[in-house]
């Protein structure tokens, strides 16, 4: 081939190539990128899924049919899924707003990290691509309708981690039952020389666990990690669950690696652990730690005891300070101490005037001391005459004398306590005889209330058992499939997370439902014969003889007897009159009864919408 013929066909193949490159950024690379950005969209959307199964169907559905959160799939007065551009536009600044402040006075909180919430602005993102994503008819719901791609994934992801949870029977296992009552502490410590039970353990020195049926000699335990003392391994090792499985002829096995302890039913298969209900004895002279909310009459009960029972036992009432039985006690230990505290090495004014139940300012006062003064180590400050110590982590009567002036012995004499006595931040009490500790569990109504959407008689028949049935504590519950997850929680938001939306707080505290009542409204000259309360997602409306009040501004009189029909329309409510709510949450379309018996102003609302309300004047 000559030269001539080489240069044309360089060139030809050149113009060749040159316009399959045109080509290509003419008809593919569109295509190309629209696929692209398609797929992107896609993606978005499905993340939005799966952020919202997460984080939003508590209170929204687990398809955006609503609840305690209105619906957000359509069925909204705002068609969020409406395409039309300005529609669009608007819809998705409406929700890029509320995700990121949320809504003042009601249960949706602020969103946006930056103001407390969970999630950054691209997750943010992704929610509203979920929630206005249109129907397409590629895409069904569990009726076969068709849905949005957003909704048809969310509810896969809700139906995936609604499998993937477990829910335990939550109540008293043989390890809680022990550590209430010091189990195995003071066992332990006289398997070891009566050695101080929460003094620290050098990491490589053995420790000797008490004999069991299983080691009848006792057995050896290394320790391994640093700040191990005896209370820390008596928990870890099981040695109060082991002692109280053995009193009471519980079969068990204990896994010494995992240190994990099973109880065993008489066939020698595993159970989960006690029924609710079921009594066990606990060894003579047991302790109890005081919970702070407790009576003396509830931990009577609880022990299958008389109050006077507990109160009386040796020196409980000076422990407890009271012989009220129905008095709330306080669960952390206080002790007389002398009225000048001696400053310890970090101590602050505020440290210093709170465990000696004082405000700092009071102990400012006291001591004239400014709120600059930063106290040295060593000093000496006064106390109020009648202060009390709340003792720490790690104090006994030695560390306690010394920062207060005096001596372990003096310090014994205060409090009327022996010098041998520990001193510990619980409250203990001395129990008498104990044969029926009653165990405390939970009923499938218990684990329902801390769900979202989920009845007892729902939760068992996932479970294949009658809502009644008392199951064992630790037992494994599965969801039912229109579980929502968790209960909603009930924390109002306060409407500070957004500075350009926030109004002052003495406003807010006006709002419907929030703070101050509304104005005074009067009853209506004539009465109603005939009256149906509606809930909409966020409202009520009175129907009063067939007239129709605007939202949440109904005022209707009846006469004494009267009964008033209350019909649900979308999302849940609770009937709430003058603050005391009346039987379940109102879902889907149930209606209820109520009759007025008694002459008087009946506010009614919804604990989980605060504009919603609606009056009814008894006559």
């Given at each position: 081939m000559n030269t001539q013929k080489q240069i044309i066909l360089i060139v030809t193949l050149f113009f060749v190539f040159v316009g399959s490159c045109a080509a290509y950024a003419v008809v593919d690379l569109p295509i190309r990128a629209q696929d692209q950005a398609e797929w992107h969209?896609?993606?978005?959307?499905?993340?939005?899924?799966?952020?919202?199964?997460?984080?939003?169907?508590?209170?929204?559905?687990?398809?955006?049919?609503?609840?305690?959160?209105?619906?957000l799939d359509g069925t909204n007065?705002?068609?969020?899924?409406?395409?039309?551009?300005?529609v669009l536009k608007n819809n998705k600044a409406l929700l890029k707003r509320t995700l990121a402040c949320g809504r003042a006075g009601t249960l949706l909180p602020a969103w946006l990290n930056t103001n407390g919430g969970a999630l950054n602005e691209r997750q943010i993102d992704h929610l509203i691509e979920l929630i206005t994503s249109p129907v397409d008819v590629k895409y069904l719901d569990e009726a076969?309708?068709?849905?949005?791609?957003?909704?048809?994934?969310?509810?896969?992801?809700?139906?995936?981690?609604?499998?993937?949870?477990?829910?335990?029977?939550?109540?008293?296992?043989?390890?809680?039952?022990?550590?209430?009552?010091?189990?195995?502490?003071?066992?332990?410590?006289?398997?070891?020389?009566?050695?101080?039970?929460?003094?620290?353990?050098?990491?490589?020195?053995?420790?000797?666990?008490?004999?069991?049926?299983?080691?009848?000699?006792?057995?050896?335990?290394?320790?391994?990690?640093?700040?191990?003392?005896?209370?820390?391994?008596?928990?870890?090792?099981?040695?109060?669950?082991?002692?109280?499985?053995?009193?009471?002829?519980?079969?068990?096995?204990?896994?010494?690696?995992?240190?994990?302890?099973?109880?065993?039913?008489?066939?020698?298969?595993?159970i989960p652990g006690l029924f609710p209900g079921d009594t066990v004895k606990l060894?003579?002279?047991?302790?109890?730690?005081?919970?702070?909310?407790?009576?003396?009459?509830?931990?009577?009960?609880?022990?299958?005891?008389?109050?006077?029972?507990?109160?009386?036992?040796?020196?409980?009432?000076?422990?407890?300070?009271?012989?009220?039985?129905?008095?709330?006690?306080?669960?952390?230990?206080?002790?007389?101490?002398?009225?000048?505290?001696?400053?310890?090495?970090?101590?602050?004014?505020?440290?210093?005037?709170?465990?000696?139940?004082?405000?700092?300012?009071?102990?400012?006062?006291?001591?004239?001391?400014t709120a600059e003064t930063v106290p040295g180590a060593g000093q000496e400050l006064k106390l109020d005459a009648a202060a009390t110590y709340l003792v720490q982590q790690g104090d006994n009567l030695g560390t306690i004398a010394?920062?207060?002036?005096?001596?372990?012995?003096?310090?014994?004499?205060?409090?009327?306590?022996?010098?041998?006595?520990?001193?510990?931040?619980?409250?203990?009490?001395?129990?008498?005889?104990?044969?029926?500790?009653?165990?405390?569990?939970?009923?499938?109504?218990?684990?329902?209330?801390?769900?979202?959407?989920?009845?007892?008689?729902?939760?068992?028949?996932?479970?294949?058992?009658?809502?009644?049935?008392?199951?064992?504590?630790?037992?494994?519950?599965?969801?039912?499939?229109?579980?929502?997850?968790?209960?909603?929680?009930?924390?109002r938001n306060p409407g500070t997370a957004c500075v350009e939306h926030a109004i002052p707080d003495a406003v807010f505290q006006t709002l419907p439902?929030?703070?101050?009542?509304?104005?005074?409204?009067?009853?209506?000259?004539t009465q109603s014969k005939d009256v149906t309360i509606t809930s909409g997602a966020n409202d009520f409306t009175v129907v009063a003889d067939g007239t129709k009040s605007d939202l949440n501004k109904g005022v209707v009189a009846i006469a004494k007897g009267t009964a008033v029909k209350f019909v649900n329309q979308v999302g849940i409510h609770t009937i709430t009159v003058n603050g005391t709510k009346d039987g379940a949450d109102l879902k889907g379309t149930d209606t209820r009864t109520l009759t007025f018996n008694n002459v008087g102003t009946f506010k009614i609302t919804c604990d989980f919408h605060p504009a919603m309300l609606a009056t009814i004047f008894v006559q």
């Open positions: 969209h896609s993606q978005s959307i499905e993340r939005g899924a799966l952020l919202f199964a997460n984080n939003c169907r508590t209170c929204h559905g687990n398809v955006g049919e609503g609840g305690v959160g209105p619906a007065p705002r068609d969020f899924q409406n395409q039309d551009p300005l076969g309708n068709p849905t949005s791609e957003g909704w048809f994934y969310a509810l896969e992801f809700a139906h995936n981690l609604n499998g993937a949870t477990a829910i335990s029977v939550g109540g008293d296992t043989l390890g809680t039952i022990a550590n209430a009552h010091l189990l195995g502490v003071a066992e332990l410590s006289a398997a070891n020389g009566n050695v101080d039970p929460y003094a620290i353990i050098e990491r490589g020195q053995k420790v000797t666990i008490p004999p069991t049926l299983a080691h009848p000699n006792g057995r050896e335990y290394l320790v391994r990690k640093d700040n191990e003392t005896l209370a820390k391994i008596a928990e870890n090792q099981a040695v109060g669950a082991i002692i109280l499985a053995e009193l009471n002829g519980l079969p068990y096995k204990f896994d010494e690696k995992s240190a994990k302890l099973t109880l065993l039913n008489e066939a020698g298969q595993e060894p003579d002279n047991s302790k109890y730690v005081v919970k702070t909310g407790d009576t003396i009459e509830s931990i009577a009960t609880a022990h299958g005891l008389r109050p006077a029972d507990v109160a009386g036992n040796g020196n409980n009432a000076k422990v407890l300070g009271t012989t009220v039985q129905t008095e709330a006690l306080v669960g952390a230990r206080k002790i007389n101490v002398p009225s000048v505290y001696v400053v310890q090495p970090g101590d602050s004014v505020a440290t210093i005037a709170t465990n000696h139940g004082l405000t700092p300012a009071d102990f400012q006062n006291l001591n004239g001391l010394i920062a207060h002036k005096t001596t372990p012995a003096d310090l014994a004499k205060l409090n009327d306590i022996a010098l041998t006595d520990p001193v510990t931040p619980q409250v203990v009490i001395t129990l008498p005889k104990v044969d029926k500790y009653v165990v405390k569990g939970q009923s499938l109504d218990d684990i329902a209330k801390t769900l979202s959407n989920v009845t007892a008689s729902e939760l068992g028949d996932a479970n294949g058992v009658p809502d009644t049935a008392v199951l064992r504590v630790g037992q494994d519950l599965v969801l039912p499939k229109a579980a929502r997850g968790s209960a909603p929680p009930d924390a439902g929030v703070g101050t009542p509304q104005a005074q409204v009067t009853a209506p000259s």
